[in-house]
DNA sequence: TATGTTTGGATAGTGCTCCTATCCGAGAAG
DNA sequence: CTTCTCGGATAGGAGCACTATCCAAACATA
């Protein structure tokens, strides 16, 4: 299929389409000769889920190239290319080590750890994008004057590990690794929304339990 | 305090100051001579609070003010409140309704909300910005041509209603109904970052016990 | 009192991101 | 042969979150 169509199939206008593929988010078509390129079901299938991305999970395109790379990279075991993927997902911005705050969100952030027993995150703290952006949000919170017991956090991450257990599972029944590799990096930023959408309602829900509609 | 010292003591510049004050995200300090405005405490903590929002949230100006406007509002009941500070909080973008997969990720979110007991969630599916969240991300998925059952969906609503639960458990533990208000926005908005992180790190964590590191 | 500094308000500009509009000459369609 | 459409290149635009500059009044210091 040629652009304009591959536009009409995906809704995406022709000019934002060669943005993207000037930007390196789509692969080049197969170029028929100077004035035409052929593309194929795979770009399209690539272009709706650059979409998702971009859209539903709200990532900056540049990231999205990142992220695309390691999907792309097979020269790496399956663990290396999820991890690499999913660590160039975007995050919250650096901590000012010299915080107190941030000094004492990682200290709780460390015991929360232990608390729940989650040995091998507890190796990756110096490393994890993930381990920062709870350290940044937690002292946000205390900078607030918010105080709580680590208890009540270790409740969330409990819920987490909950939910994370479904996201493998469900990326475990993909066969390929190309696939799997796709599924987690979606499920991760297209699930955001989800859940984030789900919390809200079930606030929702239970606040009306609670208190009625008033 | 004068403007220099409210900066100092946040961290945040002068000039960024005077442009929230301008954008009406910070009420205007008690002005003592045409040259001097005096800030106190409370500025200070509601300056903390709008950067909260908008550096660890990711809350867009504009977004910030109009859930500044609905937690200062005591004109209106408490549920009420809460529930238009919430609803102000940022989407995704507005669904294309007259979209196959649009139509029939409604579908699914209604069942859903049979299938979890959801009766007074039900009744806001027309007006909850948190339900047309859920059907443009959900369509998205499956536009992506992936397929799973609604008890997978089902599953993390569960997970998110055990969440959201612990949300107004913690809200409860503040007296006043202002203070309600903003834990209630702020157990939203910087909780969002914290449970993701939280559920990033669990799927390190479940992942390295799964497969290890290779 | 003289003088340099600081204050808050107004306004214009910056850097970034994500597109979008226009132009162009080579091919395809009728 | 004319007209349309193609893909590539480039420039432009809109929105956002600041940021830099200017100004006159007022304060601080000597």
């Not at 930007?23 to 194929?40: H, K």
């Not at 395109?61 to 290396?80: I, Q």
């Not at 660590?87 to 232990?114: G, K, S, T």
């Not at 709870?134 to 987490?160: H, I, K, N, Q």
Request: proline residues 4%; hydrophobic residues 45%; aromatic residues 6%.
């Amino acid at each position: 299929m040629r652009l304009a169509e591959l536009s009409r199939r995906s809704g995406v206008a022709t000019a934002t389409i060669k943005y993207y593929l000037r930007e390196g988010l789509l692969p080049p078509g197969r170029q028929i000769n100077t004035t035409t390129a052929e593309y194929d079901e795979e770009h399209l299938r690539r272009l709706r889920l650059v979409r998702a991305m971009i859209q539903v999970g709200r990532v900056p395109v540049a990231t999205v190239r990142e992220v695309l790379r390691h999907v792309d990279d097979d020269s790496l075991g399956l663990t290396v290319r999820l991890g690499a993927a999913l660590w160039a997902l975007p995050q919250v911005p650096e901590p000012e080590e010299d915080d107190a705050f941030v000094r004492a969100a990682h200290r709780e952030a460390e015991e929360l750890l232990d608390l729940l027993g989650w040995s091998n995150a507890k190796l990756l703290t110096t490393i994890s994008p993930a381990y920062r952006s709870l350290v940044v949000a937690v002292a946000a919170f205390r900078r607030l004057g918010y105080d709580w017991e680590t208890e009540l956090l270790a409740s969330y991450a409990r819920l987490m590990h909950e939910t994370a257990k479904l996201d493998l599972d469900f990326v475990e029944t993909h066969p390929s690794e190309a696939e799997k590799v796709e599924t987690a990096v979606l499920g991760t930023v297209l699930t955001e929304p989800i859940l984030r959408a789900l919390r809200r309602l079930a606030q929702e829900e239970e606040s009306a339990r609670r208190y009625g509609f008033e």
